[in-house]
């Protein structure tokens, strides 16, 4: 199985400031037949189902502010969330779709500081 | 509007079965392959099955392979899922969630989730 581990597990930002989250996979979720990355970050706000933000690793799903972006590559991937709101306080996880089982990085919550 | 709707979920003994339905409407259910997906209390989230759009491709995790079977009725828009032999380490919410991508192949992430039924596995 590919091991997900995001980083870190509590992450303490001020509004209106930049949260960076990282992700790491076990192995590379980049497919050389089309160079895409197989890597999505989803939030989860409390009581709530996870919600799809980014998927190849940064394409931004619909609706959701530019705020959040992905990137990275291979095996080492980051959100980021410029301008923090506090409607933004939430666990996010990064997930590989590459190989099943799909798996799910440990979670990382996002405080405001 | 896309809803997926979970029920089935209560509390049963180790050793009990349950069945989990999630009904869907808003979209065409038969062009889309569904997951379940679960999560233990306070902690993350763990894919657990797979059914194509036919339902003839089904996967599933180590964890519950051989004690969980899914699987869909296209016409009644609604996709199942069979837990036997439950254990204490089954006791999570349950979402069944939709693949982004259309088509057979397993390689998508989920853009569409229930809100989750919570399944209790307690003597």
């Known amino acids: 199985d590919i091991v997900m581990t995001q980083s870190p597990d509590l992450l303490a930002v001020s509004l209106g400031e930049r949260a960076t989250i990282n992700c790491r996979s076990s192995?590379?979720?980049?497919?050389?037949?089309?160079?895409?990355?197989?890597l999505a970050w989803y939030q989860q706000k409390a009581g709530q189902p996870p919600k799809l933000l980014i998927y190849w690793a940064s394409s931004r799903e619909s609706g959701v502010p530019d705020r959040f972006r992905g990137g990275g590559s291979g095996t080492d991937f980051t959100l980021t969330i410029n301008g923090l709101q506090a409607e933004d306080v939430a666990v996010y996880y990064c997930?590989?779709?590459?190989?099943?089982?799909?798996?799910f990085g440990q979670g990382t919550k996002l405080e405001i500081k | 509007e896309v809803q997926l709707m979970e029920s089935g979920g209560g509390v049963v003994q180790p050793g009990g079965s349950l069945r989990l339905s999630c009904a869907a409407s808003?979209?065409?259910?038969?062009?889309?392959?569904f997951n379940w997906v679960r999560q233990a209390p306070g902690k993350g989230l763990e894919w657990i099955s797979y059914i194509s759009t036919d339902g003839r491709n089904k996967d599933y995790a180590v964890s519950v392979k051989g004690r969980f079977t899914i699987s869909r009725d296209n016409a009644r828009t609604s996709l199942s899922l069979q837990m036997n032999s439950l254990r204490d380490e089954d006791t999570a919410v349950y979402y069944c969630?939709?693949?982004?991508?259309?088509?057979?192949?397993?390689?998508?992430?989920?853009?569409?989730w229930g809100q989750g039924t919570l399944v209790a596995v307690s003597s």
């Open positions: 808003g979209f065409t259910f038969s062009r889309f392959s």
């Open positions: 969630a939709r693949d982004r991508g259309s088509g057979d192949l397993h390689i998508y992430p989920y853009d569409r």
């Open positions: 997930q590989q779709y590459q190989t099943s089982p799909q798996t």
């Open positions: 192995q590379s979720v980049l497919s050389t037949a089309n160079n895409m990355n197989y």
